[in-house]
């Protein structure tokens, strides 16, 4: 069975930095592409970073430059780490995992598993 649980959310001021988690258990492939993605109330699904199994990365342009994903194989942990956080940035946070996959854009929700979200509230 597979489950993707993030945790890191929280509240914080603008300018200031997040750090969201995603542990994955029972996904065994070894092709996949990896994201997050977030949802803010009112408003549609937004693809906000991605990568892939060969380590590829891929944001939104919305959050380049300020946004970093990774990865950590040896604790099957997807990381998104978050600076210079806006107003704007306010959302529920998701991370996704998929297989097989034709495109691995930063900027589209990855679909297949879906973890239950993470809430990050920025404040001005």
């Known amino acids: 069975q597979v489950q993707l649980v993030e945790s890191g959310g929280g509240s914080v001021q603008s300018g200031g930095s997040l750090r969201l988690s995603c542990a994955v258990s029972?996904?065994?492939?070894?092709?996949?592409?990896m994201g997050w993605f977030r949802q803010a109330p009112g408003k549609e699904r937004e693809g906000v970073a991605a990568i892939d199994s060969d380590g590829s990365t891929s944001y939104a342009d919305s959050v380049k430059g300020r946004f970093t994903i990774s990865q950590d194989n040896a604790k099957n942990t997807l990381y998104l780490q978050m600076n210079s956080l806006k107003p704007e940035d306010t959302a529920n946070y998701y991370c996704?995992?998929?297989?097989?996959?034709?495109?691995?854009?930063?900027?589209?929700?990855?679909?297949?598993?879906w973890g239950q979200g993470t809430q990050v509230i920025v404040s001005s």
């Open positions: 996704a995992a998929e297989t097989p996959f034709d495109d691995c854009s930063g900027s589209r929700v990855v679909g297949g598993y």
């Open positions: 029972g996904y065994t492939y070894s092709s996949y592409c």
